[in-house]
């Protein structure tokens, strides 16, 4: 008996082993890189769209021989844009992944990581748009807007164009919002006396009603309303300053939009302003990505999954030509200064910042 269990033991053994020299081989034929996006949460559909802009790179690459005859592996985790879910799902993707590159969104998400990537040596693409995220680390960069760049873009609309004198801030309690918040009150002064702000109110990321929010931003009269949060909150504010009889302008960031902010918001959210990336439409590969998108996932290839997208491709494209190194992928990025991605020129500036332009529309 005792024979047949040792021999029982031996072979399991030597099956442990002979899978994990299978999973090492199957490793040598692909590239890993992580995401950490919020697929779940509040966030969930700018994560769902992050999602989507990434599997169709990886794709895309893998379809045209991979990287060096490598194809992309992408192992996607869900931080729900929550900094100690993010934390764990970085540490899962070092360790047990061995992944050395990740690609990741939110502020608060990226001021958490870029330290310890930094101390361990992975590369971090951060989406988000706190200035300090980057400028500091070898192995961190940034394609997203900054928020200083947005709120100057948002001031000078409305002082130029919107001619608004009186301006009422309505911003969400988190780092973008406030350095967005704190920037906008440095320079809403600066373009005259008569340009002023009436009213600064700060919200909870737990708030739902917005009623109060709503009646202390138009109590003093503001010619514009300007809004940075996420998703369905922004949305639930602009239907309610609409309730409370606004007819004002009223201007949001591109995060709210990113996340939703329009979703439900009806005939509300018509003539209202926004910031967005602006994209070269007319590009013949973007028009040809594009239409793979719409067919992949039913919906259309907006900046968000466009964004993402030409993160991995700039990813793939330093990894073919400088290797697997973290080491070699920094230095390829920080001295290339420039990449052709689907849609826009990727500019990559010595803070390791690679900021799209934007532009302020009008929903329709």
Not at 216 to 224: C, H, Y
Not at 276 to 281: E, G, K, V, Y
Not at 326 to 339: Q, T, V
Request: with cysteine.
């Amino acid at each position: 008996m005792k024979r047949i269990f040792s021999l029982g033991v031996i072979l399991l053994i030597i099956c442990g082993l002979i899978w994990v020299s299978c999973q090492k081989k199957v490793e040598k034929k692909v590239v890993k890189i992580g995401a950490i996006l919020p697929l779940t949460g509040k966030s969930s559909l700018l994560g769902e769209m992050a999602k989507n802009g990434l599997i169709l790179a990886a794709k895309k690459t893998n379809e045209k021989g991979g990287i060096n005859g490598k194809k992309i592996k992408l192992i996607i985790e869900d931080g729900q844009a929550d900094i100690k879910i993010s934390l764990s799902a970085f540490r899962k993707l070092v360790k047990f992944e061995n992944v050395n590159c990740i690609i990741t969104t939110h502020s608060s998400v990226g001021l958490t990581l870029a330290p310890i990537a930094n101390k361990e040596k992975i590369i971090l693409i951060v989406h988000a748009s706190h200035p300090k995220i980057t400028g500091n680390s070898h192995y961190v960069f940034r394609h997203s807007n900054v928020a200083d760049q947005e709120a100057k873009i948002i001031t000078d609309f409305t002082s130029n164009i919107l001619n608004g004198n009186k301006i009422s801030i309505a911003a969400m309690n988190d780092d973008y919002g406030m350095v967005f918040k704190n920037t906008l009150e440095e320079l809403i002064p600066s373009k005259g006396k008569n340009f002023r702000i009436v009213a600064s109110i700060i919200y909870e990321k737990t708030e739902t009603d917005f009623k109060t929010v709503a009646q202390k931003l138009i109590l003093p009269n503001p010619d514009v309303v300007v809004i940075t949060g996420l998703g369905n909150g922004v949305g639930i504010l602009i239907r309610r300053l609409r309730e409370f009889g606004y007819q004002g302008n009223i201007v949001i960031t591109l995060a709210a939009v990113a996340t939703g902010a329009f979703q439900g918001t009806g005939e509300s959210a018509k003539g209202v302003y926004y910031v967005n990336f602006d994209i070269d439409s007319e590009d013949p590969h973007y028009k040809e990505v594009a239409k793979e998108y719409k067919e992949m996932f039913n919906a259309d290839f907006s900046a968000a999954p466009l964004i993402f997208y030409n993160s991995l491709i700039l990813v793939a494209e330093a990894i073919q030509k400088a290797g697997t190194s973290p080491d070699k992928i920094a230095n390829y990025l920080e001295n290339i200064r420039s990449f052709k991605g689907i849609g826009e020129r990727m500019d990559i500036f010595k803070e390791h910042d690679i900021v799209p332009k934007l532009k302020v529309e009008k929903k329709q």
